[in-house]
């Protein structure tokens, strides 16, 4: 069936340094990957996100990257500071419409 | 504009219950979805409703309905609550395109005792 992991679950980054979170994927037929970011308390947010027929983009301070090959997505959060401190899931929309599938999430740590 | 409205916050029922949370959407999103997060499963897809109608449905038992009012708002029940049923329910509004983009509300944390 469809599923979204992710490799590591927590993440522990000195503040302003780049920050790479990795995702993986199994369902070939995605039309779109997203990231989001939800921080204690509160619903999650979107960040940023990636067409199937797109292997990069760029937003600000961050960066997803699509390598459909192996099926792997990552995101790249530059110049990390103590806001990006959160769980990061990435997610993917395949069914159509909106029916959109999370991954398990990375917990990021700022160390300041 | 305002964002997605989430309602009630807080609630503990006890098994047996049923239990209504409400949602209204942002203002012109036509798309309602529910997701129900707890530690142990993550973020797990209930269903989405597009203009009144359930386009998408997740892998959940017939206790977990919804619907949507002409005005987009949505409601999601649960009805014979279960002890496991306790968790974040969120709601996410968004235009209704393919994208993924979703905009959430802040959650309805349901415990059941």
């Known amino acids: 069936g469809e599923s979204v992991g992710l490799h590591l679950p927590t993440l522990s980054v000195q503040e302003g340094d780049n920050s790479i979170i990795n995702c993986a994927y199994s369902n070939s037929a995605s039309d779109y990957f997203i990231w989001y970011k939800q921080e204690s308390g509160k619903g999650p947010q979107f960040i940023i996100d990636?067409?199937?027929?797109?292997d990069k983009r760029q937003g600000q301070r961050v960066t997803v990257l699509l390598n459909k090959t192996v099926k792997h997505l990552s995101l790249q959060i530059a110049a990390t500071q103590p806001g990006d401190s959160a769980v990061y899931f990435c997610a993917e929309n395949s069914g159509g419409y909106q029916k959109v599938t999370f991954g398990t999430g990375t917990k990021l740590q700022v160390i300041p | 504009k305002a964002g997605v409205t989430q309602t009630p916050r807080y609630l503990i029922k006890t098994r047996g219950q049923q239990v209504t949370l409400s949602c209204s959407p942002i203002?012109?999103?036509?798309?309602v979805s529910w997701y129900q997060q707890t530690p142990g499963q993550g973020l797990q897809f209930l269903f989405e409703y597009f203009s009144e109608t359930q386009r998408n449905k997740g892998n959940f038992p017939g206790r977990f309905s919804g619907r949507q009012f002409s005005n987009s708002r949505s409601e999601m029940n649960v009805s014979t609550l279960e002890l496991g049923d306790s968790a974040l329910y969120l709601c996410?509004?968004?235009?209704?395109?393919?994208?993924?983009?979703?905009?959430f509300g802040e959650g309805s944390r349901l415990t059941v005792l």
């Open positions: 990636i067409r199937s027929n797109m």
């Open positions: 203002s012109g999103h036509r798309s």
């Open positions: 996410a509004s968004s235009r209704g395109d393919d994208t993924g983009e979703l905009f």
